[in-house]
Every structure is written in structure tokens, then in C-alpha cells.
T-cell receptor
Framework: SQQGEEDPQALSIQEGENATMNCSYK?????LQWYRQNSGRGLVHLILIRSNEREKHSGRLRVTLDTSKKSSSLLITASRAADTASYFC???????????FGTGTRLTVIP | DAMVIQNPRYQVTQFGKPVTLSCSQT?????MYWYQQKSSQAPKLLFHYYDKDFNNEADTPDNFQSRRPNTSFCFLDIRSPGLGDAAMYLCATSSKGQGAYEQYFGPGTRLTVT
């Protein structure tokens, strides 16, 4: 399977703390994307990092990519209760025309 | 606002009774996708249209069909729903198909099969 694996499956933190989620994948990629999904809703694109990039920031989000380890991490700083959601990584594998979604991390931020 | 719209948001159908889910977009994107997502799982791609070209995933059951009559609309037809087809169905669009780009998702249709 080309599906990515995310770690941890679930994460519970206090408001104001940082949250880190990890994604591992198996083959060469063109880019890696992170999406957020609120319960019972569609996915929302957060950030895209290309294979030749190592780090990218967007507001309170920081994404890193290590292609040698085939892994990425998403850091959410100063978390808020509204950040409670599931977070998915999605990879665009070399030679594929579609995204392959990881298994997701369920984040709960406790007010 | 440009967006992806899915109707209905909730659909209940009977076992074996055909059902159609609809998706429309105002983004003028040339690629449209249909995903199936079961509880606590990753979205699973069923098929996608690159313009008018239909691309079926190898493991998508024959029970699932799709139509794209024009750029804006795409339909998912489930010919004989089984209990195992109960899921959230997500429609998404992107502006290109050669290499994956950011995808824009609709809110989803939750299908219940009784």
C-alpha cells in the first residue's frame, strides 16, 4: 500500500501547548501535503511542502520534511481548542497523479 | 465564494436501492475526485475525472459509477448499496492533474444504508 502512516493515532493536549504529528511514507514523492478535518466535515488544505524543501511555515503551523527518512512532521504551536480535529498527511508519489492520504492523527485540545 | 458543494449532506437509502450523490464546484477546476471515508479511516479514492477522462481506481467496486456531464458537476451513483457502503463520501477538485496539487473538498455526504 502507498498509504502513509501517521503517529500518534490520537493526541490530547492542553490549550497553549504545542502539538506534533508525524507522517511516514514509503516511496519517492513530489510533494507532501497536510490537511485538517473537523468531525463530520470535509478536509481543508493546510500546507504543501515540495520534495526539495526541508521546512515550511504558515502562521502557527510548521512542517518539516526529511526525504532521506521518508518522513514529515506537523507542529502546531500555541494550540487552541478550535484546533481540535483530525490531521492527515497526503503524499504525491512520483509517477502518480493522485494524493494518497495517511491514516490521520486525532488531536484534542482541552480548554 | 468559490467552493465545492455536495448534496445532500445526509442520505439514507435502503439496501439494494440505487442512490446518487451530487457534487458541484464554482472553482472551474478541471479535476474532480470522489473519495469514500469510513469512520476513523483515511479517505479512499474511488475515481477521478481529469477533464472528461474518467480514471477508476483498481479496487473500486463495480457497484460504484460516476458521471461528469460538464465541468461544474460530478455524480456518484451506487447501483445496489450494501451495508458496507455506509460511509462519508467526499468530493474534491483540483486545478491540474499532472502531478497532484492542492485539493479542495466539499463538506461530504454521509450515506446510511438500512
Amino acid at each position: 500500500s502507498q498509504q502513509g502512516e501517521e503517529d500518534p493515532q490520537a493526541l490530547s493536549i492542553q490549550e497553549g501547548e504545542n502539538a506534533t504529528m508525524n507522517c511516514s511514507y514509503k516511496t519517492s514523492i513530489n510533494n507532501l501535503q497536510w490537511y485538517r478535518q473537523n468531525s463530520g466535515r470535509g478536509l481543508v488544505h493546510l500546507i504543501l511542502i515540495r520534495s526539495n524543501e526541508r521546512e515550511k511555515h504558515s502562521g502557527r503551523l510548521r512542517v518539516t520534511l526529511d526525504t532521506s527518512k521518508k518522513s514529515s512532521s506537523l507542529l502546531i504551536t500555541a494550540s487552541r481548542a478550535a484546533d481540535t480535529a483530525s490531521y492527515f498527511c497526503a503524499t504525491d508519489f512520483t509517477g502518480a497523479n493522485n494524493l494518497f492520504f495517511g491514516t490521520g492523527t486525532r488531536l484534542t485540545v482541552i480548554p | 465564494d468559490a467552493m465545492v458543494i455536495q448534496n445532500p449532506r445526509y442520505q439514507v437509502t435502503q439496501f439494494g436501492k440505487p442512490v446518487t450523490l451530487s457534487c458541484s464546484q464554482t472553482l472551474n477546476h478541471n479535476v474532480m475526485y470522489w473519495y469514500q471515508q469510513k469512520s476513523s479511516q483515511a479517505p479512499k479514492l474511488l475515481f477521478h475525472y481529469y477533464d472528461k477522462d474518467f480514471n477508476n481506481e483498481a479496487d473500486t467496486p463495480d457497484n460504484f459509477q460516476s458521471r461528469r456531464p460538464n465541468t461544474s458537476f460530478c455524480f456518484l451513483d451506487i447501483r445496489s448499496p450494501g451495508l458496507g457502503d455506509a460511509a462519508m463520501y467526499l468530493c474534491a477538485t483540483s486545478s491540474k492533474g499532472q502531478g497532484a496539487y492542492e485539493q479542495y473538498f466539499g463538506p461530504g455526504t454521509r450515506l446510511t444504508v438500512t
